[in-house]
């Protein structure tokens, strides 16, 4: 399978902010004709505005992913504007980070709502007009933590681990029918979806390195919309993040909990997106890009990883006094 993506018409769910807002971008200048939606219904006439502005052709249509009806009403627009639905991307979500404990059940099932249900609800409609045309492409926008959970992030990786589930369903179901569903895999993304999560620790949370930035995740999905591959990963830290579990489940038990602490910040947590929009200006990233590896100093490291740290200084002392003693005996000959 491979289609034009010029002229393709996209739908993209969670348009206003972040990944979504980045792949409008990105599609609007290859071509593509773009029905937006997103829960803000001035962030998204800002997004279209731009676009339009810019020459691309686009319609925005205010929705919550949670609500079929609303959903229907873009999927009708989409059809009755450009008379088809190439490609429907389910790329909104909400994120919280919290021990299992901390996270109110009620916050738990808004990011079941939004996250697995959204999707669930997205791939229906799409479904609902690509069947029809006997095409079409679903791609749903998941995570790393899909194929491992991660901690202090139980409820955001249960809805990434049951679109998993959802979709290999789905998948088998529409065999033959010239429909396909992809998904993508993604590490963390420099996105504004950190600040605006609901934080239970006391700081904002932040990405764990390496993080990617939105338009390497834009050209991913554009890719998507042309083949309908199976599964595509973003970079290649998904290995080392759910290789330890293969290997065995403790050694990737260990390795989560240690690292995790890379995910707290030094910011105090504010407002949250989980139950109503922000009420801010569209954004594409989140200022977290800087970081990469190269921002987890020395004391960072101590202070998340202190016995590994101890046993990898004590490993470099003897091998430097293995090297020297060595050394000294080749001196005196």
């Known amino acids: 399978m491979r289609r034009r993506l010029a002229g393709q018409v996209v739908v993209l769910t969670g348009a206003s902010s972040g990944i979504g807002l980045c792949t409008a971008r990105y599609l609007a200048v290859r071509g593509c004709r773009l029905v937006l939606t997103a829960r803000s219904a001035d962030a998204l006439a800002q997004v279209r505005h731009e676009l339009v502005e810019g020459g691309a052709e686009a319609e925005a249509v205010p929705a919550d992913v949670t ?76 995570s790393i933590v899909a194929l491992r959970g991660a901690p202090w992030a139980s409820a955001y990786s249960a809805t990434k681990q049951g679109v998993d589930g959802f979709t290999e369903g789905v998948r088998a179901e529409l065999w033959g029918t010239g429909v396909r569903v992809s998904t993508l895999y993604l590490p963390a993304v420099d996105t504004p979806i950190y ?13 764990p390195p390496p993080v990617a930035d939105p ?8 890719g998507l919309a042309r083949t309908g591959r199976r599964h595509q990963h973003v970079g290649r830290f998904h290995l080392l993040y759910a290789g330890p579990n293969r290997i065995s489940p403790a050694l990737g038990d260990w390795f989560v909990q240690h690292t995790v602490e890379f995910t707290r910040s ?3 947590a504010g407002s949250n997106n989980l139950h109503e929009p922000t009420g801010l200006p569209p954004r594409v990233r989140g200022g977290w890009r800087q970081r990469g590896w190269r921002g987890v100093t020395l004391t960072d490291t101590v202070r998340v990883l202190p016995v590994e740290t101890a046993l990898g200084a ?20």
Do not use: C
């Open 67 to 142: 609500s079929e009806s609303e959903l229907r009403r873009v999927a009708d627009t989409a059809v009755e504007r450009f008379g088809r639905i190439d490609t429907w991307v389910n790329g909104a979500a909400v994120y919280a980070q919290a021990g299992v404990s901390d996270l109110p059940l009620d916050d738990y099932r808004r990011l079941i709502d939004v996250n697995l249900v959204g999707t669930i609800n997205g791939t229906r409609q799409a479904l609902r007009v690509m069947r029809r045309q006997g095409e079409g492409v679903v791609v749903q926008v998941s």
């Open 195 to 207: 600040q605006h999560a609901a934080a239970r620790l006391g700081t904002v949370p932040q990405p």
């Open 215 to 222: 338009e390497r995740v834009a050209a991913a999905i554009a």
């Open 266 to 268: 030094g910011r105090p």
């Open 314 to 333: 004590a490993a470099l002392l003897l091998g430097a006094v293995w090297s020297g003693r060595k050394l000294w005996n080749h001196v005196r000959g």
